[in-house]
């Protein structure tokens, strides 16, 4: 009896400290977001200026930084769309077709996850820092949207796979077929509207991740067209904390509305992939 | 292609352009891939072999600059401090993630929703903004500065360790946590909690049921979520940019420097091939081992 009760103690002292564990985790996790939050809206630790909640770092810090968050909206649509465009179609062949190297690039489609961004921002620059094959991309908003698309597409291309594969989409194509539609009606009428809802979330993702890609922008952008991240990083050297704190709070809102978002069309969750730190 | 329903000689007759629909079915693949091929080559294949060529172009011999990545003591120091960092961060980062995979995956918590909702977010931020999530943390005037400061009656610029080792690896747990926590989240989820139960109700300790039961089934995971940490911390940059630019050398921040100080495109060529090849070389090391992706 008395070995009973002392494991029966035992077991509540180890259960008592892995939810401190999982609570000091999670406090982590949000303490430093509600800082942030609490000085853009004025508040300081040294407690003289609480009284005077103000939105006066939004308005300074979007009067300065304007361009860069329309660039950044802009930039993150484009590669949304080009993503998805270049991606679906490009993750339905290397699940259905077999072909000669589809199991190469099948494991090839990742490296963009893979590869550090700084080396792909420095070899990007190095290739297209100059006019070739009669384009001049240098520094330019195209060239910044072409990084984001590659660096996203792999998000794209995994969850086209991934949805396919949970629904039986060969017998779909199959009686489509067998009933007469043509590869393209079957495309767009059987395919397309199974995976609609993983590839919306994908797409989702891909808005998330440009609108926050920093390592590979660093290295291509021009002083004229800098993206919202690259705003940021100018801000938290030069602005006050509440002007920098404002900036990155508008910024953790424009994350958290895509993630809202993103569980409203999905019941996936964020799966272990995401950017480059 | 015999799955082809056009194909099957039943319906040849329906299909009096069999031949031109094969034609086309035979190109479909590489039409609809061609855009991500083109895509990759252009603004993948194209910079990587440009770097490859930079690094062995050299006047003394072919390898030098690779030479003097593992040789040369500035070189070899930040390769070494950054194999350290990131297996220090994974350490952390996997052990916690295991602790708060397992707080989602078995305890049926209410709002179990928004606890993911936070453990995940992070996923999602760019490096520099953890970067300033440190600063407000343990920076000169951050909240834990301020709070270890008044406890123990200190100057708060003692306790101020943003800008250093400690505010990197601080700021690396913060977004190496979520991903270790998703990745091993997915992996508790597929182990049969009857099986755990079964341990249990024949005397096992809640320790020994995880030790012998759940550690093994999810070892996977765990490997998973190692190569994943490790890459990510390995290629970190725009954290490091802002955290400690000066202070610490990761490779990274010996790419940015030799070249865009020094414009040693030899060295800082060499530098980013041996990066790529760490980075990619766990993530494809793990495929052949575990036969599975790290990212899904």
Same mark, same amino acid.
């Given at each position: 009896?008395?070995?009973?009760?002392?494991?029966?103690?035992?077991?509540?002292?180890?259960?008592?400290?892995?939810?401190?564990?999982?609570?000091?985790?999670?406090?982590?996790?949000?303490?430093?977001?509600?800082?942030?939050?609490?000085?853009?809206?004025?508040?300081?630790?040294?407690?003289?200026?609480?009284?005077?909640?103000?939105?006066?770092?939004?308005?300074?810090?979007?009067?300065?930084?304007?361009?860069?968050?329309?660039?950044?909206?802009?930039?993150?649509?484009?590669?949304?769309?080009?993503?998805?465009?270049?991606?679906?179609?490009?993750?339905?062949?290397?699940?259905?077709?077999?072909?000669?190297?589809?199991?190469?690039?099948?494991?090839?489609?990742?490296?963009?996850?893979?590869?550090?961004?700084?080396?792909?921002?420095?070899?990007?620059?190095?290739?297209?820092?100059?006019?070739?094959?009669?384009?001049?991309?240098?520094?330019?908003?195209?060239?910044?949207?072409?990084?984001?698309?590659?660096?996203?597409?792999?998000?794209?291309?995994?969850?086209?796979?991934?949805?396919?594969?949970?629904?039986?989409?060969?017998?779909?194509?199959?009686?489509?077929?067998?009933?007469?539609?043509?590869?393209?009606?079957?495309?767009?009428?059987?395919?397309?509207?199974?995976?609609?809802?993983?590839?919306?979330?994908?797409?989702?993702?891909?808005?998330?991740?440009?609108?926050?890609?920093?390592?590979?922008?660093?290295?291509?952008?021009?002083?004229?067209?800098?993206?919202?991240?690259?705003?940021?990083?100018?801000?938290?050297?030069?602005?006050?904390?509440?002007?920098?704190?404002?900036?990155?709070?508008?910024?953790?809102?424009?994350?958290?509305?895509?993630?809202?978002?993103?569980?409203?069309?999905?019941?996936?969750?964020?799966?272990?992939?995401?950017?480059?730190? | 292609?015999?799955?082809?329903?056009?194909?099957?000689?039943?319906?040849?007759?329906?299909?009096?352009?069999?031949?031109?629909?094969?034609?086309?079915?035979?190109?479909? $693949?590489?039409? &609809?891939? #061609?855009? /991500? =091929? @083109?895509?990759?080559?252009?603004? *993948?294949?194209?910079?990587?072999?440009? +770097?490859?060529?930079?690094?062995?172009?050299?006047?003394?011999?072919?390898?030098?600059?690779?030479?003097?990545?593992?040789?040369?003591?500035?070189?070899?120091?930040?390769?070494?401090?950054?194999?350290?960092?990131?297996?220090?961060?994974?350490?952390?980062?996997?052990?916690?993630?295991?602790?708060?995979?397992?707080?989602?995956?078995?305890?049926?918590?209410?709002?179990?929703?928004?606890?993911?909702?936070?453990?995940?977010? $992070?996923?999602? &931020?760019? #490096?520099? /903004? =953890? @970067?300033?999530?440190?600063?407000? *943390?343990?920076?000169?005037?951050?909240? +834990?500065?301020?709070?270890?400061?008044?406890?123990?009656?200190?100057?708060?610029?003692?306790?101020?360790?943003?800008?250093?080792?400690?505010?990197?690896?601080?700021?690396?747990?913060?977004?190496?946590?979520?991903?270790?926590?998703?990745?091993?989240?997915?992996?508790?989820?597929?182990?049969?909690?009857?099986?755990?139960?079964?341990?249990?109700?024949?005397?096992?300790?809640?320790?020994?049921?995880?030790?012998?039961?759940?550690?093994?089934?999810?070892?996977?995971?765990?490997?998973?979520?190692?190569?994943?940490?490790?890459?990510?911390?390995?290629?970190?940059?725009?954290?490091?940019?802002?955290?400690?630019?000066?202070?610490?050398?990761?490779?990274?921040?010996?790419?940015?420097?030799?070249?865009?100080?020094?414009?040693?495109?030899?060295?800082?060529?060499?530098?980013?091939?041996?990066?790529?090849?760490?980075?990619?070389?766990?993530?494809?090391?793990?495929?052949?081992?575990?036969?599975?992706?790290?990212?899904?």
């Amino acid at each position: 009896m008395s070995e009973r009760s002392r494991r029966g103690q035992s077991v509540d002292v180890g259960l008592a400290a892995f939810y401190v564990v999982c609570i000091a985790v999670l406090a982590f996790i949000l303490l430093p977001l509600l800082t942030i939050l609490f000085h853009s809206v004025g508040g300081s630790l040294s407690g003289r200026s609480l009284g005077s909640l103000t939105l006066a770092h939004y308005a300074g810090a979007l009067a300065t930084n304007l361009d860069p968050l329309l660039l950044s909206l802009q930039v993150a649509l484009l590669t949304t769309v080009v993503a998805t465009l270049v991606g679906v179609p490009a993750g339905y062949t290397l699940v259905r077709y077999d072909f000669a190297f589809v199991d190469l690039l099948r494991e090839l489609t990742v490296l963009p996850m893979a590869i550090p961004g700084i080396v792909v921002g420095i070899g990007i620059v190095r290739v297209w820092g100059v006019p070739r094959f009669g384009v001049d991309l240098a520094g330019s908003t195209a060239l910044i949207a072409c990084a984001h698309v590659l660096f996203t597409v792999p998000f794209i291309v995994q969850t086209t796979m991934s949805t396919l594969e949970s629904i039986d989409y060969r017998r779909l194509e199959e009686s489509a077929r067998a009933l007469g539609a043509g590869w393209v009606e079957t495309f767009l009428y059987v395919v397309v509207p199974n995976i609609y809802r993983g590839v919306v979330a994908g797409a989702i993702m891909v808005f998330a991740l440009s609108m926050g890609e920093f390592n590979i922008t660093f290295f291509i952008y021009a002083t004229g067209n800098a993206t919202l991240p690259i705003a940021l990083f100018g801000g938290f050297r030069t602005a006050s904390v509440g002007q920098a704190s404002a900036l990155a709070s508008l910024f953790v809102g424009i994350v958290v509305l895509s993630l809202v978002v993103f569980q409203m069309v999905s019941d996936q969750r964020i799966h272990e992939t995401g950017g480059n730190a | 292609m015999s799955d082809h329903a056009d194909d099957h000689p039943a319906f040849a007759w329906r299909r009096p352009d069999v031949s031109w629909r094969r034609r086309l079915d035979d190109l479909l $693949p590489w039409l &609809l891939s #061609g855009p /991500l =091929v @083109a895509l990759y080559a252009l603004f *993948l294949g194209l910079p990587l072999l440009r +770097l490859v060529r930079l690094s062995l172009d050299d006047e003394a011999w072919i390898g030098a600059n690779y030479a003097a990545v593992f040789l040369d003591p500035t070189y070899r120091t930040a390769l070494v401090t950054s194999l350290a960092i990131a297996a220090l961060v994974t350490a952390v980062a996997v052990v916690l993630g295991l602790f708060m995979a397992y707080f989602i995956a078995r305890r049926d918590l209410p709002g179990e929703r928004v606890i993911v909702a936070v453990i995940s977010f $992070p996923i999602s &931020l760019p #490096g520099i /903004l =953890v @970067a300033w999530a440190v600063i407000v *943390l343990v920076g000169r005037t951050g909240v +834990l500065t301020r709070a270890a400061a008044a406890v123990t009656g200190g100057d708060p610029s003692g306790y101020s360790v943003a800008f250093g080792l400690v505010g990197l690896l601080i700021g690396y747990v913060y977004f190496t946590l979520p991903r270790t926590t998703m990745s091993l989240v997915g992996a508790i989820e597929k182990v049969d909690p009857t099986v755990e139960e079964a341990a249990r109700s024949l005397g096992a300790s809640p320790r020994q049921t995880f030790r012998h039961v759940t550690l093994p089934a999810i070892l996977p995971g765990i490997a998973s979520a190692v190569v994943l940490a490790f890459s990510v911390s390995m290629a970190a940059f725009g954290t490091a940019l802002l955290l400690a630019s000066g202070t610490v050398d990761i490779l990274p921040l010996k790419i940015y420097s030799v070249i865009l100080g020094t414009y040693d495109y030899g060295a800082g060529s060499a530098m980013a091939i041996v990066l790529t090849a760490i980075t990619v070389g766990v993530i494809y090391g793990y495929a052949r081992l575990f036969g599975g992706a790290v990212y899904e």
